[in-house]
């Protein structure tokens, strides 16, 4: 309607402290669910359809939380309204026609309402969600009902708050004093927006109860997978055998098409397995000869980006190598870093374990090396 790009950038804002959630950490990077509330609405976003790229406003203070994501950030201000601002600011001038404004705490935001805003942006400057006030309410005083309020035409606002972006930048721009949220500025700057349908699932965390009600919404949504994968290498001439991605010394080298990263191979098939997506072989045929020698991380990070295409993140990994030799022990710390550098992961989300066959089979005999993981998927 108004000829304006079409491409859509999300803007979450979390720079906030989020007090009233409790002592401890802010709580957008406290964990639910198994994972952050950031991860957890970042995701959302990540896998919607709609969204061309994502901006987090942080602040400087959580570096160590923020620092591993795999997404654009920028410092927030010491108000809302100056930490939207200084997302804006940062987006201007990249092709963006829509941008979505949205509260990290709302982790449990529905598709169809990001969907929603979006479409109606096709017609209006500004579009957010809302659910029609249902509950009587009454004016208070030290405790005490004083009166009651006519509920007609009164809406709880949610986010993701949605606008044309040289539209809400401008209005930040000229806006001076603080809002509740972007559709006051916008309104303010005198840009009509219009009401979207909101979901009573899209919680905002405010409260320590709040955590609760969010993990039975997310518990009651999720898609869990579980994949397991199981590989074998023999041994033949060498003096080194590459492990979860290390190179270990060793008397002899393990023997494959590619780098007979076996712990890797193992971990790959369990994702593949998880996605219903078949093995190594199926995505790179060892008849190939450009898959010969090659670094198997190629393999691993296929995979991972697979499932993050699919819409699903990743809980956790564990993989056990069988062999009498060499240990494992002193090399497993360096193999999990190795392995979250690649997936993208924390450490704490990888396990890498051994054990020895007692002398039975053909590990026991060291012939080789044999190694069985599981994989665990969640959906966003």
Known sequence: MYGMSQKTAVLIVAAGRGTRAGAGLPKQWRILAGKRVADWTIARFASHPAI??????????????????????????ETRDQSVKNGLLALEGRGF?????????RATVPAQCIQDVVD???????????????????RGENGQVKG??????????????????DAILSAHRAHKSTAADDVE???????????????EENLKITTAEDFARAEHILR???????????DVHAFEEGDHVILCGVKIPHSKALKGHSDADVGMHAVTDAIYGA????????????????????????FLKHAVDLAGQKGFSFSNIDCTLICERPKIGPHADAMRARMAEIMGLSVDRISIKATTSERLGFTGREEGIAAIATATLVSA
């Open 97 to 105: 026609g829509k941008v979505l404004i949205h509260d990290v705490a």
């Open 148 to 165: 009651t309020q006519a509920r007609d035409g009164l809406y709880r606002a949610q986010t993701p708050q949605g606008f044309h972006f």
């Open 220 to 230: 009651g949504h999720m898609d869990i997978r579980l994949g397991n994968g199981y």
């Open 185 to 199: 500025v916008a309104r303010a700057a005198g840009l009509e927006v219009t009401i979207t349908p909101g979901a």
């Open 52 to 77: 061309d790229h994502i901006l987090l406003v942080v602040n400087p203070d959580d570096a160590p939380h923020f620092q591993s994501l795999d997404i654009e950030t920028v410092f927030g201000g």
């Open 120 to 138: 109606a942006l096709d017609h209006a400057l500004g579009a957010a969600p809302a659910l029609p006030v249902t509950d009587a309410l009454w």
């Open 275 to 298: 996605l219903a997506e078949g093995d190594i072989g199926r995505h790179f045929p060892p008849s190939e000869m450009e898959w010969k020698d090659v670094d198997s991380a190629i």
